[in-house]
C-alpha cells in the first residue's frame, strides 16, 4: 500500500512538475529561488510519504507542502535582508505573458493578505476547487469562500483605483 502511495506520489510530482514552479514564483519571483523550492517540496514529500493516509489525498496533500516551502523560503529571505547591511544584487525574471495586464493584475493580488494570496492563487492559477483549497490551506470550506469572494472584491477595487 506505501509503496503505491509513493509511486502515485512521483507520478503526480512528475506530471505536474511546471504547475508546481508557477505556482513556487507566484510566491518568491525569481526562478532560481522557484526551483529550489520545488525542489525542498518534492524532498520533504518523498522523505514523508508514509503520512498520507489517503491515496486520493495527493494532490492538496502535495500543494499545502509546496505552499508551506514557499512561505518558508519567503520568512528566511525576510531574516537575511532584515540581518544583512547590503542588499544582495537580484536580477528579475519575468515570465512571457500574452497581454499587457498580466504583470500589473499580479501586482494587485500580491497587495492582498496573505491567506488571501494564496487562496486565489490556488484557485485561479492552479483551477484547483474551494474544497481542495479548504484542504490544503487547513480551513473551514466557508472560510476559504468568504476570504475568496471578500479578496475578489478587494482585488476589483485595486484594480480600479490603478485604472488597470
Not at 494564496?118 to 470550506?141: A, G, H, P, W, Y
Request: glycine letters at 4%; aromatic letters at 10%; charged letters at 35%.
Amino acid at each position: 500500500m506505501k509503496n503505491g502511495i509513493y509511486e502515485k506520489i512521483v507520478d503526480h510530482i512528475t506530471e505536474n512538475q511546471e504547475k508546481f514552479y508557477r505556482l513556487a514564483y507566484s510566491y518568491v519571483q525569481n526562478k532560481e529561488d522557484a526551483l529550489d523550492v520545488v525542489q525542498n517540496a518534492i524532498c520533504q514529500a518523498l522523505d514523508h510519504y508514509e503520512t498520507v493516509k489517503n491515496e486520493n489525498a495527493v494532490r492538496t496533500w502535495f500543494y499545502r507542502i509546496l505552499v508551506n516551502e514557499s512561505l518558508l523560503f519567503l520568512r528566511q529571505r525576510k531574516r537575511e535582508v532584515l540581518a544583512g547591511d547590503e542588499k544582495p544584487m537580484e536580477i528579475p525574471y519575468y515570465e512571457r505573458r500574452y497581454d499587457g495586464s498580466g504583470e500589473e493584475i499580479y501586482e494587485q493580488i500580491s497587495r492582498l493578505e496573505e491567506d488571501v494570496q494564496c487562496i486565489v492563487k490556488l484557485r485561479f492559477f492552479e483551477e484547483l476547487t474551494l474544497k481542495e483549497i479548504s484542504d490544503v490551506m487547513q480551513m473551514n470550506l466557508n472560510t476559504v469562500k468568504a476570504k475568496l469572494y471578500r479578496g475578489l472584491k478587494q482585488l476589483k477595487q485595486n484594480i480600479k483605483e490603478a485604472d488597470l
